[in-house]
């Protein structure tokens, strides 16, 4: 009888053992679903399981609130060690961080990587008195009030900053920034859906998030704010064309707990490197208006951290922080 309690237990701590270590992977996405850190949770997510370069299938779980402030702070403190566990982030994400909006600085997590970088528009309904960039910037300089814009963040966030950027390069001073009306949505899709509805004038967003109103025709691209045309929508005049030279990417990429061990953090970093590497994974990006780039480890590390000081002094410069 006590040989059998043996085995049984013995069994049981092998099976302990084995569900363990083919426990799902997890993403989060710190937002609404249809949103760009969505996008890139479940894109990423299935093509880790389609090419088998996980055992099942990665669980997705949206947790909006804070443009990504509510997430960090429940992995910091409830899954900082958990090696099973990737977040979605990007420039939007650094923004925040730099401007003191999350609880901790870039130092509390471990960074991975990055897969690609999104393109940042400025859009309108496609009955839009604003034909052009111009039609835009005159408005905001005769009656900066006049005009109401939204996004997926804050006031000073990302999306804002890249409104105010454009502003700037047409002229306009810090006093008239104050005065554009800027409204926060969890995610581009939501606030074009607003905007369709008159609530809002224009949306700055990334491509990314908002494609397939373009492609729809509901929506039309004001400017692009990339140094290029968007080969997806070659119609789509960049900002620069029409006289103002700005730009305003965003890049896609993942964090992981602070606390994760070296073991787990490369394991990731090169399942992701395999990830970038394979044909479907450009195809997917491609297909969403996203530039593959790869930044990975020690190298993404430390471009996030660079990043960082980089949104702190635009920050500075336009008002956002003293």
Request: net charge negative.
């Amino acid at each position: 009888m006590r040989k059998l309690t043996k085995l049984l237990s013995l069994g049981a701590l092998a099976l302990s053992l084995s569900v363990g270590s083919s426990a799902a992977e997890e993403c989060i996405a710190p937002a609404d679903p249809g949103g760009g850190w969505d996008f890139t949770c479940r894109t990423v997510g299935k093509l880790l399981y389609d090419l088998k370069l996980v055992e099942n299938p990665v669980q997705i779980t949206n947790m909006p609130g804070g443009v990504g402030a509510v997430a960090w702070a429940n992995v910091a403190s409830k899954r900082n060690d958990d090696g099973s566990l990737l977040v979605a982030t990007s420039t939007v994400g650094i923004t925040q961080i730099a401007q003191g909006r999350f609880p901790a600085g870039t130092d509390a997590m471990r960074w991975l990587a990055m897969l690609g970088t999104d393109v940042g528009v400025i859009v309108v309904p496609a009955d839009s008195e604003f034909k052009t960039l111009k039609d835009l910037t005159d408005a905001m300089s005769e009656d900066p009030a006049s005009v109401t814009a939204a996004g997926s963040s804050g006031a000073g966030g990302w999306d804002h900053i890249r409104l105010l950027m454009v502003a700037k390069a047409a002229g306009l001073s810090g006093d008239d920034y104050k005065g554009i009306r800027w409204v926060q949505f969890d995610g581009g899709s939501p606030a074009v859906t607003q905007m369709l509805g008159g609530q809002v004038d224009l949306v700055t967003t990334d491509l990314g998030e908002i494609a397939g109103f373009v492609e729809s025709g509901d929506i039309r691209i004001l400017a692009a704010l990339s140094d290029e045309r968007i080969p997806a929508f070659p119609d789509a005049p960049t900002a620069a064309e029409q006289g103002l030279d700005v730009t305003g990417y965003n890049w896609r990429g993942f964090y992981t707990g602070g606390d994760v061990s070296d073991e787990d953090y490369q394991r990731w970093v090169s399942t992701l490197n395999k990830l970038y590497d394979s044909k479907e994974w450009k195809a997917a990006a491609e297909g969403s208006g996203l530039v593959p780039v790869w930044r990975g480890g020690e190298e993404f590390e430390a471009y996030v951290l660079e990043q960082a000081a980089q949104m702190e002094e635009i920050s500075r410069q336009i008002g956002v922080i003293k």
